[in-house]
């Protein structure tokens, strides 16, 4: 490079770093590297391989091929305790702390601090260490509170005062500001520039372009697990237009070619919905017949606001009608009884019983419809076989446990199931995640033809060819309120990814 990064010491070098998933290349051929004292900045938007390199570099995954070059050691793969050992500390958006002991206790908890006697915890040597770390970065934060009681901006300062009690090399911040008001991620980028100082290589993820490009030193984009470019702030501008565009634009052909179908007159409607004190409401409707896509950034309040709507999630305040009849649901069993079902991204905990066969997964919500007092076991499984038929459900037979099915087939297990109870409005979050991209179509295929059928769909999804090819609207969610509104006309990709942004 022509610049003064020459001048520094390069700590981290990842060289042709791929790692697939079913049916998924989250990376391919994955170069990057990081010098000392520099804020090295990942940008891209959901799925682009983000979540997956920075677990790669912190061992929670290991790579198909490549290698990792940390000071002068090769590796082919990390594990939690040899990223540690070398220097990588990684803060997650998730809580990983102690939510019961104080922030001092959470920031050295695992290390060694003790007293002159070394048999005892000294807590006061803990809370001076603490309060000293804060002042050198610039933090206000009381280090003696209960970590459950603290903002949620200070407990995310905690998480990162932890990482660098460890004296790392390498410092991941994924989303470090997701907390914070638009007013006080000033004060988080004061401080990752002030860790940098310290010689700290920092990797840096964010999907907010203005953040990033006050924070960074170079900017590297990705898409669909490969690198578009990486910008250097020495040689060039950054631009956020030209950042945004860079992450978008994949071919026509990565989309499905959706079937249209006429829709009909509203018939869901959700009132007023806030999920905290201190959120914006919620209000929209679907129609009959319609898919509408729910897009946002992981944390933005996607899965909260569909759980809410299946009396699932504790909300503020809100209503929700189905033709003109308040059906607002206190718990889950009183949603299925109005209609509406939740297929959950997690099919395999809370979608389907693992262990059971695939005609008992089918009709467990719907027993009532076998017989009051004994199960007419011969009906049960003439419905089973008929949905099996419908949906193309790949199994030998009704009696295999749905675990030994592929990802794809059990998902229209768990659409069949909510078929055969009859409800009429599907709620689906991630319908897609984990199955490879002949499955997906079959699932695609299944949903418009719910949908032409009568069924309205929401569709949580943080794919956009799979939003953009499905939805006839699309709500943007962004700090757990409606950021955008996209009818058919307006959704493409660039106009999601200004709504993830906080545009209008």
């Known amino acids: 490079m022509e610049n003064n990064l020459l001048e520094k010491e390069k700590i981290l070098d990842v060289k042709n770093l791929s790692k697939e998933f079913p049916g998924v290349k989250a990376l391919t051929d994955f170069n990057f590297d990081l010098y000392k004292g520099e804020v090295h900045c990942l940008v891209g938007e959901n799925g682009a391989g983000k979540s997956t390199f920075i677990k790669l570099l912190s061992g929670a995954f290991q790579p198909d091929n490549g290698e990792m070059i940390i000071g002068s050691e090769n590796h082919k793969f990390f594990t939690p305790q040899m990223a540690r050992r070398l220097g990588i500390q990684t803060v997650y958006q998730e809580d990983v702390l102690v939510p019961q002991i104080t922030a001092a206790e959470n920031i050295f908890l695992g290390t060694e601090l003790v007293n002159s006697k070394k048999f005892f915890v000294s807590y006061k040597a803990i809370m001076n260490q603490a309060n000293e770390l804060a002042q050198q970065l610039g933090i206000s934060l009381r280090v003696g509170e209960i970590y459950e009681r603290l903002s949620p901006p200070d407990q995310q300062f905690v998480k990162i005062l932890k990482a660098l009690a460890q004296k790392p090399k390498v410092l991941i911040l994924d989303e470090p500001t997701q907390a914070f008001n638009i007013n006080d991620i000033g004060l988080v980028i004061q401080m990752v520039k002030r860790i940098s100082k310290e010689g700290v290589g920092v990797i840096y993820i964010a999907h907010d372009l203005d953040e990033i490009i006050e924070v960074a030193d170079r900017v590297t984009v990705l898409r669909d697990g490969v690198i578009i470019k990486t910008h250097n702030k020495i040689l060039e501008t950054f631009k956020p237009d030209l950042l945004a565009k860079e992450m978008i634009g994949r071919p026509v052909d ?70 003109g009849k308040d059906i607002t649901p206190e718990n889950p069993i009183q949603a299925v009884k109005s209609g509406i079902a939740l297929l959950t991204e997690s099919k395999n905990v809370d979608g389907l019983f693992m262990g059971m066969p695939v005609d008992q997964n089918i009709t467990v919500v719907g027993l009532d419809s076998l017989g009051k007092f004994f199960l007419n076991l011969k009906k049960e499984r003439k419905l089973s076989r008929d949905y099996v038929k419908k949906l193309n459900i790949k199994t030998p037979s009704l009696d295999k446990e749905v675990k030994f099915l592929s990802g794809g087939n059990q998902q229209k297990v768990v659409l069949a199931k909510w078929l055969f109870k009859g409800v009429n409005i599907l709620i689906v979050d991630e319908p897609t995640h984990g199955i490879d991209v002949n499955a997906k179509t079959e699932v695609y295929e299944l949903f418009t033809e719910l949908a032409a059928s009568g069924k309205s769909i929401i569709m949580i999804s943080s794919e956009m060819p799979e939003l953009i090819s499905l939805s006839d609207r699309i709500i943007i969610i962004r700090n757990y309120g409606i950021s955008k509104v996209l009818d058919k006309s307006e959704i493409n990709e660039e106009n999601i990814l200004s709504g993830f942004m906080g545009g209008n």
């Open 254 to 323: 990565l989309f499905y070619k959706k079937k249209e179908s006429p829709v009909g007159d509203y018939v869901f409607e959700v009132c007023d919905l806030k999920l905290k004190e201190s959120s914006m409401p919620i209000n929209f409707k679907v129609r009959q017949g319609e898919i509408l896509g729910i897009a946002g950034l992981k944390g933005a309040g996607r899965s909260e606001i569909a759980r809410a709507i299946f009396g699932a999630y504790r909300k503020h305040q809100g209503k929700v009608f189905y033709k």
